[in-house]
């Protein structure tokens, strides 16, 4: 990791794509076991009728998306905001930006795409963000970190509830990665032609704390190998008169449909090599 951050910060971004692709076809031919699993996730969003031959073209992509994702999430400390921002075709709504600035916001995405990258121009773009995370093995939690904490990105462990409420409290808005639920806790809900838990955390804080919630991501379009920013709002009005349990499912129902949607329509560029579809093991 270290070594693909140095290398950013001295290579051209076209040199450092073509070595990203090399590196994930390489992956794609060596890590069996992350290849049968996301043949396997392929099969469970769309069913077996997709066959072998087509779920395995599917996951070459991925690898080689993920390696350019991962390629340019380590060179963006190199990245000067004018150069960053050319990397992207279009920006966030009006109301995102209004929301998040005047306010606070809480996203619900997902692990599609250039997510650690999306969650690191946010915050250069002068929004103030902080991001739940997942703690990752092999020390690479903390040179994540030191990438986010470079943009100002606030990251906060997914299972810190007194630093999630304090980071609302001090005018944070706060990104939910959505699509998979670590304590195994959530809705059980359907996904193409299986089903996952869905955790309520998004849904959840924003309801409680009459926060407007958003679902967005953040993708890489492979043609032109720039990025594009999906926002759409779910809810920015509370009343007082509402059931808090009945609008959580419902907020989580949304977010959930939303997500298999952004799934189905980028499936090259989900990177969940988890087995959490109902009846399945790791």
């Given at each position: 990791?270290?070594?693909?951050?140095?290398?950013?910060?001295?290579?051209?971004?076209?040199?450092?794509?073509?070595?990203?692709?090399?590196?994930?076809?390489?992956?794609?031919?060596?890590?069996?076991?992350?290849?049968?699993?996301?043949v396997n996730n392929y099969f469970y969003i769309f069913g077996k009728e997709i066959g072998e031959k087509k779920a395995q073209e599917l996951t070459k992509k991925l690898f080689?998306?993920?390696?350019?994702?991962?390629?340019?999430?380590?060179?963006?400390p190199s990245y000067k905001k004018k150069h960053l921002f050319s990397l992207i075709e279009n920006q966030p709504c009006k109301d995102f930006f209004y929301d998040a600035q005047?306010?606070?916001?809480?996203?619900?995405?997902?692990?599609?795409?250039?997510?650690?990258?999306?969650?690191?121009?946010?915050?250069?773009?002068?929004?103030?963000?902080?991001?739940?995370?997942?703690?990752?093995?092999?020390?690479?939690?903390?040179?994540?970190?030191?990438?986010?904490?470079?943009?100002?990105?606030?990251?906060?462990?997914?299972?810190?509830?007194?630093?999630?409420?304090?980071?609302?409290?001090?005018?944070?808005?706060?990104?939910?990665?959505?699509?998979?639920?670590?304590?195994?806790?959530?809705?059980?809900?359907?996904?193409?032609?299986?089903?996952?838990?869905?955790?309520?955390?998004?849904?959840?804080?924003?309801?409680?704390?009459?926060?407007?919630?958003?679902?967005?991501?953040?993708?890489?379009?492979?043609?032109?190998?720039?990025?594009?920013?999906?926002?759409?709002?779910?809810?920015?009005?509370?009343?007082?008169?509402?059931?808090?349990?009945?609008?959580?499912?419902?907020?989580?129902?949304?977010?959930?449909?939303?997500?298999?949607?952004?799934?189905?329509?980028?499936?090259?560029?989900?990177?969940?090599?988890?087995?959490?579809?109902?009846?399945?093991?790791?």
């Amino acid at each position: 990791m270290y070594l693909g951050i140095l290398m950013g910060t001295f290579l051209p971004r076209w040199f450092s794509l073509i070595l990203a692709k090399i590196i994930g076809y390489i992956c794609f031919l060596l890590m069996k076991n992350q290849k049968r699993r996301m043949v396997n996730n392929y099969f469970y969003i769309f069913g077996k009728e997709i066959g072998e031959k087509k779920a395995q073209e599917l996951t070459k992509k991925l690898f080689i998306n993920l390696a350019i994702c991962v390629a340019d999430f380590l060179k963006s400390p190199s990245y000067k905001k004018k150069h960053l921002f050319s990397l992207i075709e279009n920006q966030p709504c009006k109301d995102f930006f209004y929301d998040a600035q005047t306010q606070k916001l809480i996203l619900a995405t997902l692990h599609l795409g250039n997510w650690e990258l999306g969650g690191i121009t946010l915050s250069r773009m002068g929004l103030n963000f902080c991001c739940l995370i997942e703690v990752l093995p092999f020390g690479l939690s903390k040179i994540f970190n030191w990438i986010r904490e470079k943009s100002h990105l606030k990251p906060i462990p997914y299972n810190s509830s007194k630093e999630i409420i304090n980071a609302l409290k001090n005018g944070y808005n706060l990104a939910i990665l959505s699509d998979r639920s670590l304590n195994r806790q959530g809705l059980v809900l359907p996904f193409g032609k299986g089903k996952r838990i869905f955790p309520k955390g998004a849904a959840y804080l924003s309801q409680k704390y009459k926060i407007p919630l958003y679902f967005g991501y953040f993708v890489l379009k492979e043609r032109s190998q720039r990025y594009l920013i999906s926002v759409e709002k779910i809810k920015t009005e509370y009343r007082n008169d509402e059931n808090f349990e009945e609008e959580v499912e419902k907020l989580t129902k949304i977010i959930a449909e939303k997500i298999a949607s952004a799934v189905m329509k980028y499936p090259t560029q989900w990177f969940v090599f988890q087995g959490d579809f109902l009846d399945e093991k790791n």
